[in-house]
């Protein structure tokens, strides 16, 4: 018995779709491809959010290690100047914050209530940099004993710009501009 040609031409077209269905070669790479655009920018965002939170945290560290020389009259005795001051807040905060875009602030109040820190960007978004000479003593910026004194630093953190599929900068370039501050009542020293 003869099988038509029509038969036969779909049985060869059916055996050739399922030997398509069957191979499997390259599943891998194909479900790896739809996986990896949102597992990259996991990957990275977590490396991007942790590098934020260790500078911030180093950042803050050295500001409160520095800013205990002005709260216990240190800073002042000793004739610490501005520039001593801003090197002595980069050496606390370690090797990896450039010294070159921080920016310290030392402000002196009169009462709590009238206590702000200093804004690190002005209005049209820049960085504010700090019109004090660098050979000022902080004294003149922080007063005497039981004065209420507000530290701000202000640092300029590049590498939020190089972060791939995030975006963590809050400053035109793709910088973020990372702010702290911390408010004391300086000790009653002798002067």
């Known amino acids: 018995m003869r099988v038509p040609a ?31 655009a949102p597992f990259f920018i996991l990957v990275f965002g977590l490396i991007g ?9 180093s950042l803050d560290k050295g500001m409160d290690q520095t800013s205990r020389l002005v709260r216990t009259g240190q800073a002042q005795k000793s004739n610490m100047t501005v520039n001593g001051f801003k090197q002595a807040v980069c050496n606390g905060a370690g090797g990896w914050i450039k010294c070159n875009k921080v920016e310290v602030f030392v402000q002196k109040f009169a009462d709590w209530n009238s206590v702000a820190p ?5 209005s049209s978004g820049a960085q504010v940099t700090n019109s004090a000479s660098g050979s000022d003593p902080i004294a003149t910026y922080s007063g005497a004993s039981s004065n209420i004194v507000v530290v701000t630093t202000c640092y300029k953190w590049e590498f939020a710009q190089s972060i791939p599929y995030v975006k963590l ?7 973020m501009m990372m702010q702290t501050a911390t408010a004391f009542r300086t000790e009653p020293y002798t002067e």
């Open 6 to 36: 029509w038969k036969q031409d779909l049985k060869n077209r059916l055996s050739k779709l399922f030997r398509f269905k069957k191979n499997e070669d390259g599943a891998t790479a194909i479900e790896f491809a739809m996986v990896a």
């Open 49 to 57: 959010f942790a590098m934020y939170f260790f500078v911030m945290n």
């Open 118 to 122: 200093q804004a690190c960007l002005n």
């Open 169 to 175: 900068g809050n400053m035109s370039d793709g910088s």
